[in-house]
Structures are given as structure tokens and as C-alpha cells.
């Protein structure tokens, strides 16, 4: 039962995401359309009404002003349905200012088609752009069904798609703990590249984002930063990748060192905190009390 209503949760999101996906690409290809060919726009819609019915031609129109501002408005809501779908939950305002945005040019260009010229541009522009206003506050309403972040099973990281960023993640674990050294298991092994980018993940938004960022930096960091290389840090061979980043940890570069320690700390308390490993370095148990040393000794 737990499980088929997870199920039905996942498939509403994936059906959220995926139509806001296809609006931010539509607004954006739109958007190009109406900046590079606007008589052309015109000119297809009047002929498209003259078939459905008798509807005066719109005029055209050497004046750009209007233009400017409606490219302008078509980029951002590209860029809002965009930036939402990443992320249904925390971006839900975004949403509603996706909805705003239709239901007004939906409503104005009704008013125009019922005051001003009753032309098809106006009817058409209020029925596409109405439908896109409903279809967006379907999806607004149907967020808080989906459940927040933290109400998902721990082990649910295991059987989502792997991030971005996770071959980056996993070629940085197999250069800080290598296999066949003190571990012969090392640190680089699917399991382990999901539960550290699930720690990630429970950073918090902003140390997320923060980190998120420098691990995709350093992929490219090769190419940049002395010694050299002329490939990405994923695609590089283990030695030089441990070489590389001995050399960042002791960097000049702050910020490089920083994200390098900082990493370091996460992969090394989680390799460090399973069992076997933890049994091997000799560890009292967490609640068992540890005897002071003898100082008269």
C-alpha cells in the first residue's frame, strides 16, 4: 500500500516536471519566433483565422517598442518554468507566478477581443495561453500532495537517477581512499558515491548548492589550475587524480583548498562510520566508556 501510493507521488511529479520542461521550451522557442519573424506570426495567425472564420486581419506594425518587452516576458517565464521544475517543492512560488503571468495575458487579450478589433490574434492568444494558466495551477495545487523532501525513505537515494554531478563524485572518492592500499575495498563503489551525494543532499539548500557547484568546477579544474591537464578530472587515470588533488589540497587558492577539505571531511567520515572499516581501526563501541589514561604512569 506504502509503496503504490510512493508510486503514484513519483508519477505526479514526473508528470509536473516533464509539462513544465515542455512550456519552458515552448515559451522559449516562441519567444525567438515573435523576436525574428513578428509579420511573419502575424501574417500565419491572420491567415489561420480567415479559414476558421471571418475575423478581421490584424494589422502590422513597424513600431518594435511592444516587441522588446514581450521577448522580455517570454525569457522569463521560460526561465521560471524552468528553474521550478527543478525543483517542485521549493520553487512552488514560482509557480504561481507562472500562473499570474498566463491568466493576465489570457484575460488582456480577451478584453482586447471583446473592445478593441475582435481579430483571432486576441481569441487565440486567450484560449492558448488560458489553457497554459490552468494546466500550471493544476500543478501548483498538486505539489503539496506530493509530500515533503524529508518524508521520502532513507533508502530511497539508492533507486533514484544519479546526479549530474556523480561521476565527478566517484572518480574524487577513488582518489582520496584507492583500492589495494591499507582498505582493500576503497571508497569508489556505487554505494558509497549515492550516500554521499544523499549527505550532500542533507546539507541543506545552500550548502547543497555550494557544493554541488565546486564538485562540477572540478571536473574542469585540470584545465585551469597548474599542474595541467588536458582532460577532465573523471576521465583522468587514478594516479593523476590522487596527484591532483594532494596538489589542491595545499593550493594557494582558497577556495579550491577549502572545497577540497571540505569533501575530504564528508567522504572520510563516511567511509570511516561503516562497520567492517570502523571494527578494523579498532574503535570502542559508541556507548562504551573509554578508560582515562593512567597519568601517574
Not at 138 to 143: E, F, K, L
Request: net charge positive.
Amino acid at each position: 500500500m506504502v509503496a503504490s501510493a510512493h508510486r503514484g507521488r513519483r508519477s505526479r511529479e514526473w508528470w509536473c516536471r516533464f509539462t513544465l520542461q515542455v512550456f519552458a521550451l515552448c515559451f522559449a522557442v516562441a519567444g525567438a519566433q515573435f523576436l525574428f519573424f513578428p509579420d511573419e506570426t502575424v501574417a500565419t495567425i491572420n491567415a489561420v483565422g480567415a479559414w476558421l472564420g471571418d475575423f478581421p486581419p490584424a494589422p502590422p506594425s513597424a513600431l518594435r517598442f511592444w516587441l522588446s518587452l514581450a521577448t522580455g516576458y517570454m525569457a522569463l517565464i521560460a526561465a521560471l518554468a524552468y528553474l521550478a521544475q527543478r525543483d517542485l517543492r521549493r520553487q512552488r512560488d514560482m509557480i504561481a507566478l507562472l500562473v499570474l503571468g498566463k491568466a493576465t495575458t489570457a484575460l488582456v487579450a480577451l478584453g482586447f477581443y471583446w473592445f478593441a478589433t475582435g481579430t483571432f490574434v486576441y481569441l487565440l492568444n486567450f484560449v492558448v495561453d488560458g489553457a497554459i494558466a490552468l494546466l500550471v495551477l493544476a500543478i501548483w495545487t498538486t505539489v503539496p500532495s506530493l509530500g515533503p523532501e524529508a518524508d521520502r525513505p532513507l533508502s530511497s537515494h539508492a533507486d533514484r537517477p544519479p546526479h549530474r554531478s556523480e561521476p565527478v563524485l566517484s572518480a574524487l572518492l577513488e582518489a582520496m581512499i584507492p583500492p589495494g592500499g591499507p582498505f582493500a575495498e576503497g571508497a569508489d563503489d556505487r554505494g558509497s558515491a549515492r550516500d554521499v551525494d544523499a549527505l550532500i543532499t542533507g546539507l541543506g539548500p545552500r550548502a547543497e548548492r555550494a557544493l554541488r557547484l565546486g564538485i562540477g568546477a572540478m571536473e574542469f579544474v585540470p584545465f585551469l589550475v597548474p599542474p595541467v591537464r588536458l582532460r577532465r578530472y573523471s576521465r583522468l587515470p587514478l594516479e593523476d587524480r590522487i596527484h591532483l588533488l594532494e596538489t589542491w589540497e595545499q593550493s594557494r587558492l582558497l577556495p579550491l583548498r577549502q572545497l577540497v577539505q571540505a569533501l575530504k571531511m564528508l567522504v572520510m567520515g563516511h567511509f570511516y562510520a561503516r562497520p567492517g572499516v570502523e571494527a578494523r581501526l579498532g574503535y570502542p563501541q559508541p556507548l562504551e566508556r573509554v578508560p582515562p589514561p593512567d597519568v601517574t604512569a
